[in-house]
């Protein structure tokens, strides 16, 4: 760990938009229109043509405001609201009606909307209502504030576990979190890297400021540049107006880059020159920008491989790797399955709308000792489908789906000797001593007294 100290830099000249605004229309010309009138008018815009996709929005970029067509294929604009209004409480709504049709309104506004606008929109009405929705999101925003304010130190992201590994963990991040340091966050898939990284930044001065998260692997490269980096108008066909990208509107808080490991040579080298300069251009400009953010980069492949191989920069590597935090796989620190599985179920019953209390004996033997592979992600799909399932107060075997766990038990307590093979003997010893360390596979290597590649080849093997 170096380069602790926090930088100064200059205040860049961001300027705050009014807001994110969500619009779901299937026809495009309606959405595009509308999001072009609303940039106009200093929002943050995203569009999505159906409710389905706009969830997906929802999920992965935190909003103000949703705006929605009722009539939409695959998941029409009432069901979205119900859903958005779940998942996201704190989300206002406003829906698009044809003119003359006021049941639908009504219809939508007990569901949750908060207001609605009749089509062929009036741009004047449209200002006003939008305006006035946003206001009343925001009333809600610092009234939540000021309430968690008053209640003592409390963040909006939990994160489960007291086994050795999480106590070092959540050490570590409250450790590193008050510093600007670039951290890189590795793990299995499914071990919580996102969540590591939203804790990095509201235990930071930058809390109140921007998260902004952005899914490496999930663009083309192109897409990529500009998702990053914005545009100028005009950069490239399609490019009708100037936008910012990622870095901007971190500027002040932190950015998340998701699965680092997947981008191309050209956006490394960019990237690295962020990271060593702090400043960059928006694709198709040639003004130099400078914004004030913190990098989190996180990848479940072994980025130290991926150098070696020469597909990652190693320049770039060193510069992400300022401080290292890894989230180990669950099967390593198994006193964490009950104590999560509690937070989970009530988690979804509470999404759900279900009156769940416990769970069953059997269900929580089951478990315990099941391996895993998908870790926290995994038990959460698991945990979710047995809520759903629920008929009860408590969730049972029944619940669980029929195939569950069938290949990555675990013989824990069924070594008996005699009564075992020296295979599963060997098996257990090499589980159980690389729980004890935390999943370190060079100490369990050591004590074991085997080669460090046979534990990584062995382990390897358990989970395939
Ligand atoms: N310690 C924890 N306490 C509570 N919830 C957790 C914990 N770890 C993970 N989760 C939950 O498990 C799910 C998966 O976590 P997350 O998305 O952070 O994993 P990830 O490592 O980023 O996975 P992937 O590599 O697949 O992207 C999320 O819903 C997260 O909230
Ligand atoms: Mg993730």
Redesign the pocket.
């Known amino acids: 760990m170096q380069n602790l100290s926090a930088q100064k830099f200059p205040p860049a000249h961001y300027a705050a938009s009014r807001g994110r605004i969500l619009i779901v229309d299937d026809e495009v010309h309606a959405r595009e229109a509308l999001s072009t009138l609303l940039e106009e008018d200093g929002y943050e815009v995203r569009n999505a043509p159906d409710g389905f996709k706009a969830l997906g929005v929802l999920r992965e970029w935190e909003c103000d405001l949703l705006v929605t067509d009722l009539r939409m294929p695959v998941m029409d604009g009432l069901e979205l609201i119900k859903k958005a209004r779940v998942e996201f409480p704190k989300l206002t709504c406003v829906v698009m009606t044809a003119f003359g049709s006021v049941e639908n309104a009504v219809k939508a506004m007990k569901s949750g909307a908060e207001d609605y606008l009749s089509k062929p929109l009036n741009f004047d009405e449209v200002e006003l209502v939008i305006a006035r929705a946003m206001e009343r999101t925001q009333l809600r925003t610092e009234l939540d504030r000021l309430r968690q304010g008053s209640a003592g130190e409390t963040t909006k992201t939990q994160m489960i576990g007291n086994s050795m590994p999480m106590q070092k963990l959540k050490s570590m991040i409250d450790q590193v979190a008050t510093s600007r340091a670039t951290v890189l966050i590795t793990g299995e898939?499914?071990t919580g890297?996102?969540l590591v990284a939203r804790l990095v930044h509201e235990r930071s001065d930058r809390a109140d400021k921007p998260f902004v998260r952005l899914?490496c692997s999930a663009l083309a490269e192109t897409l990529l540049e500009s998702e990053l980096f914005g545009h100028e108008k005009g950069a490239f066909t399609g490019a009708a107006n100037q936008r910012k990208g990622r870095f901007e509107e971190a500027n002040g808080g932190t950015l998340f880059l998701?699965?680092i490991g997947e981008i191309s040579q050209s956006i490394q080298v960019k990237l690295l020159r962020f990271l060593q300069e702090r400043e960059f251009e928006r694709v198709g400009g040639n003004q130099t920008i400078s914004v004030d953010v913190r990098i989190i980069a996180?990848t479940?492949r072994d980025l130290e491989a991926e150098v070696r191989s020469g597909r990652f920069r190693e320049d770039l590597y060193y510069r992400l790797n300022v401080i290292h935090l890894n989230t180990p796989p669950l099967r390593v620190r198994r006193s964490d399955i009950a104590p999560l599985a509690s937070h989970l179920v009530a988690k979804h019953a509470r999404r759900n709308g279900k009156d769940i209390k416990e769970i069953s004996p059997e269900v929580l033997a089951t478990i315990c000792q099941y391996d895993w592979p998908g870790n926290v992600r995994e038990l959460e799909n698991t945990v979710e489908r047995a809520v759903v399932l629920a008929t009860g107060s408590r969730i049972e075997s029944s619940q669980l789906s029929d195939n569950f766990g069938q290949q990555h038990f675990v013989p824990n307590d069924e070594i008996r000797i005699p009564g075992s093979t020296l295979e599963d003997i060997e098996r257990y010893a090499i589980l159980e001593t690389y729980e004890a360390t935390g999943g370190n596979s060079a100490e369990t290597s050591r004590i074991l007294g085997i080669s460090v590649r046979k534990v990584q080849y062995k382990l390897k093997e358990y989970r395939d």
């Open positions: 898939s499914g890297k996102e899914h998701d699965e996180a479940n």
